[in-house]
């Protein structure tokens, strides 16, 4: 019984620790004309909830949700429609 419960308890100790690590998603907006940064752009998920907005150096950071449909958003700029598992570290 002393095993059992060691490989219980390291078992269930292992699947805390794995699911407790949050992937984070972040990147920079650039403004594909002058190549500057993009401040106060509003990131939106599918159900239009701002999930994140760039900060005055075009960076945004976020809790990385699996298969979103995400809408980066500025009064003035066209919008970008990406999925989240297509954000890499630039949107233009």
Not at 6 to 13: E, H, I, N, Q, S
Not at 77 to 92: A, M, P
Request: proline share 1%; hydrophobic share 40%; no cysteine.
């Amino acid at each position: 019984m002393g095993f059992r419960f060691k490989l219980l308890t390291m078992a269930l100790l292992i699947s805390a620790i794995v699911n407790s690590q949050e992937s984070i998603v972040s990147g920079k907006v650039i403004d594909a004309k002058t190549n500057k940064p993009i401040d106060y752009v509003y990131v939106l998920d599918s159900l239009n909830k701002v999930v994140s907005i760039t900060n005055e150096f075009g960076f945004f950071k976020f809790k990385k949700q699996y298969n979103k449909n995400l809408k980066f958003f500025k009064y003035g700029y066209f919008e970008r429609n990406k999925l989240i598992n297509e954000i890499k570290d630039t949107i233009f």
